[in-house]
Nanobody, 122 residues
Framework: QVQLVESGGGLVQPGGSLRLSCAAS????????MGWYRQAPGKERELVATVNSGGSTNYADSVLGRITISRDNAKNTVHLQMDRLKPEDTAVYYC????????????????WGQGTQVTVSS
């Protein structure tokens, strides 16, 4: 099993910045993609950004140019640098990992962190 722990959330003014971090631990044979998702009140969880083991990234259109995802494969960590934040970025941000916990498994599984609150408000 893989455990994910997020950190770095908080309250920030519009136009401000935050850096979220996520560390994976536990039984890890291989991590494929890691990423961040968010869920605002009354809305469905949506993708923010992902990065695979080769460094290829994918971003939601709403955050392009403002958010950068990065990954340290050796440390099994992923970060989300958020700049020029907007009130609509307010949400609980969840770390996600597509990982194989055992060498004998042929398919990966999705693992989720508990989430960290990001609030953008004046």
């Amino acid at each position: 099993q893989v455990q994910l722990v997020e950190s770095g959330g908080g309250l920030v003014q519009p136009g401000g910045s935050l850096r979220l971090s996520c560390a994976a631990s536990g039984s890890i044979f291989r991590i494929n993609a890691m990423g961040w998702y968010r869920q605002a009140p009354g809305k469905e969880r949506e993708l923010v950004a992902t990065v695979n083991s080769g460094g290829s990234t994918n971003y939601a259109d709403s955050v392009l140019g403002r958010i950068t995802i990065s990954r340290d494969n050796a440390k099994n960590t992923v970060h989300l640098q958020m700049d020029r934040l907007k009130p609509e970025d307010t949400a609980v941000y969840y770390c996600n990992a597509d990982a194989v916990a055992r060498a004998g498994w042929s398919l990966s599984r999705n693992y989720w962190g508990q989430g960290t609150q990001v609030t953008v408000s004046s």
